[in-house]
T-cell receptor, first 111, second 116 residues
Framework: GQSLEQPSEVTAVEGAIVQINCTYQ??????LSWYQQHDGGAPTFLSY????GLEETGRFSSFLSRSDSYGYLLLQELQMKDSASYFC????????????FGQGTELSVKP | DAGVTQSPTHLIKTRGQQVTLRCSPK?????VSWYQQALGQGPQFIFQ???????QRGNFPDRFSGHQFPNYSSELNVNALLLGDSALYLC???????????????FGPGTRLTVT
């Protein structure tokens, strides 16, 4: 089966940098996605890594190491509005479009 | 351009009843996936529809069924409701040709179902 592990919560201050880690186990890894979800809101797509390395999108970057079954989301210049839950999710090539989500990391940004 | 829409927003049902939730995908999208999200948990995949057929299914009982219409909209039906079915039900749409290489799905705001 598939499983993902990520920290349940992280706290950081405004303007700082924070890294949210994700380790995964899956039989047919295809790619790792990251989603942001504010309280009561819809998850929104942040990034996707299918190959090793760093993908940068503005203040957010995502990294993948396929050999280590590990990835992380890096958030720079933190803002109060970044307080939300962040989910990593894997796509399994044996499972088509099915996304398997982690339990989520609740990020609290303090002033 | 409207994003993914879902109806109703909130719903309260009694154990044993049946419920139908509706989803309209983002314009240009042809694939709809349904997820169940319990409080404090990540979304759990229920199933995915493409070309009006169920393509993938998660570990959910047959009480959960769905349908996709020719205009790509979709319904999720849950029969014989249990207290444990109380959750946020999320619909996500994607364009199949883009979703596989990018993993990108667009989520709707969800339907909050409470079973009493």
């Amino acid at each position: 089966g598939q499983s993902l592990e990520q920290p349940s919560e992280v706290t950081a201050v405004e303007g700082a940098i924070v890294q949210i880690n994700c380790t995964y186990q899956t039989s047919g890894f295809y790619g790792l996605s990251w989603y942001q979800q504010h309280d009561g809101g819809a998850p929104t797509f942040l990034s996707y890594n299918a190959l090793d390395g760093l993908e940068e999108t503005g203040r957010f970057s995502s990294f993948l190491s396929r050999s280590d079954s590990y990835g992380y989301l890096l958030l720079q210049e933190l803002q109060m509005k970044d307080s939300a839950s962040y989910f990593c999710a894997v796509k399994d090539r044996n499972q088509g479009g099915k996304l398997i989500f982690g339990q989520g990391t609740e990020l609290s940004v303090k002033p | 351009d409207a994003g993914v829409t879902q109806s109703p927003t909130h719903l309260i049902k009694t154990r044993g009843q049946q419920v139908t939730l509706r989803c309209s995908p983002k314009s240009g999208h042809d694939t709809v996936s349904w997820y169940q999200q319990a409080l404090g948990q990540g979304p759990q995949f229920i199933f995915q529809y493409y070309e009006e057929e169920e393509r993938q299914r998660g570990n959910f009982p047959d009480r959960f069924s769905g349908h996709q219409f020719p205009n790509y909209s979709s319904e999720l039906n849950v029969n014989a409701l249990l207290l444990g079915d109380s959750a946020l039900y999320l619909c996500a749409s994607s364009w199949r040709g883009r979703e596989m290489p990018t993993g990108e799905q667009y989520f709707g705001p969800g339907t909050r179902l409470t079973v009493t």
